[in-house]
């Protein structure tokens, strides 16, 4: 059973690599023409585990992409360190990518045991899956392209860095209790429907999610209107949802950096400062959301007093309701220890 199983991890990774393990690190870089050096920085910020000079790891598609990088960096179309962020940026994404379809794809394993026992049933099953796969995963890519590119390009360059843009947090209430008291299954079944929820309510509403961080989703908005209507749509179908915890959410507008996907400045910091200290089932903005919220018929905003965050000696913010929905006297909590920011 042992030998079938190594055969059966020979064939996958054969599929998986796109061929043989043929070349070391320096066999490698000599093929596609790259220096070493240049080819482990890559390497490294790929995410790729260090292997020993002698160990023969690396596949003519390896080569290929290496002499294909060298090829864009020697064009001037990237530039050097802009490449190597790039390339960690790819690895962090795609690594948990990656982890995701194992997962899955061991589920389907011990849900059939015999495909795991057929070396070559499990070949072809391999061979028809990974091809599937990237189609799936570069017809996403080229829509997300497209929808960004039309966006971007018509803007100034200097906008394409930084601009004006709604950041928002939302996460859920009492997720730190609920994990003592639930087994990995439930765990697993809130964290999917709250993943499900806020992506669908973010696209909805053309946003971006940034990141997920577990009980936490992080996202931007281009206007106003679409970061209030997307924090309050979550919480809606949050609380409407009797499997998931409330949400509480806070938002802030203004001057933001992007760079690979992600997003920086002080408005950042404001909104999730702000999501610390709103009750469950409220959105906490910022004065200048607030301000431009105020005129905007569907929404009511509501002044509180400024309070004292970290980082923030007198935040100004306010409570952000649809117009048709009763205002209560909320009181603030605490500003409470979160994770570590920017």
């Known amino acids: 059973m042992t030998d079938e199983l190594d055969a059966a991890q020979r064939r996958v990774e054969q599929v998986l690599l796109g061929g043989d393990r043929l070349y070391t690190r320096q066999e490698a870089s000599d093929k596609a023409g790259v220096p070493l050096t240049r080819a482990e920085s890559l390497w490294r910020a790929l995410g790729f585990a260090t292997v020993p000079n002698e160990a023969v790891v690396f596949t003519d598609a390896d080569v290929e992409a290496l002499r294909t990088t060298d090829e864009l960096m020697s064009a001037g179309i990237l530039e050097p360190e802009l490449t190597i962020a790039t390339a960690r940026m790819l690895g962090q994404h795609l690594s948990r990518l990656a982890e995701w379809q194992v997962d899955i794809l061991r589920d389907v394993l011990i849900a059939n045991p015999e495909l795991a026992a057929d070396e070559r049933q499990l070949g072809r099953f391999i061979e028809r899956l990974v091809p599937a796969?990237?189609?799936?995963?570069?017809?996403?890519?080229?829509?997300?392209?497209?929808?960004?590119?039309?966006?971007?390009?018509?803007?100034?360059?200097?906008?394409?860095?930084s601009r004006n843009e709604v950041v928002g947090f939302a996460d859920m209430v009492g997720f730190t209790t609920f994990t003592r008291r639930s087994n990995e299954a439930q765990l697993v079944s809130v964290v999917d429907k709250f993943d499900s929820l806020t992506a669908g309510v973010v696209a909805d509403n053309r946003g971006r999610i940034v990141k997920m961080l577990g009980d936490e989703v992080m996202f931007v908005a281009d206007s106003p209107a679409q970061g209030a209507e997307i924090a309050l749509t979550m919480l809606e179908r949050a609380e409407a949802d009797p499997d998931?915890?409330?949400?509480?959410?806070?938002?802030?507008?203004?001057?933001?950096?992007?760079?690979?996907?992600?997003?920086?400045?002080?408005?950042?910091?404001?909104?999730?400062?702000?999501?610390?200290?709103?009750?469950?089932?409220?959105?906490?903005?910022?004065?200048?959301?607030?301000?431009?919220?105020?005129?905007?018929?569907?929404?009511?905003?509501?002044?509180?007093?400024?309070?004292?965050?970290?980082?923030?000696?007198?935040?100004?913010?306010?409570?952000?309701?649809?117009?048709?929905?009763?205002?209560?006297?909320?009181?603030?909590?605490?500003?409470?220890?979160?994770?570590?920011?920017?």
């Open 244 to 342: 998931l915890p409330l949400l509480r959410a806070g938002l802030a507008y203004g001057y933001v950096v992007n760079r690979f996907g992600d997003v920086y400045g002080s408005v950042v910091n404001i909104a999730a400062r702000l999501t610390s200290v709103a009750r469950p089932g409220t959105v906490m903005v910022s004065r200048e959301l607030a301000d431009e919220l105020a005129n905007l018929g569907p929404y009511t905003v509501r002044n509180r007093r400024p309070v004292s965050v970290r980082g923030f000696s007198r935040l100004r913010l306010a409570v952000l309701r649809r117009s048709d929905e009763e205002v209560p006297s909320i009181p603030l909590v605490p500003d409470t220890p979160r994770r570590k920011r920017r």
């Open 133 to 161: 796969l990237e189609r799936i995963q570069n017809h996403a890519w080229r829509r997300h392209l497209t929808a960004y590119a039309g966006r971007a390009l018509a803007t100034s360059g200097e906008e394409l860095v």
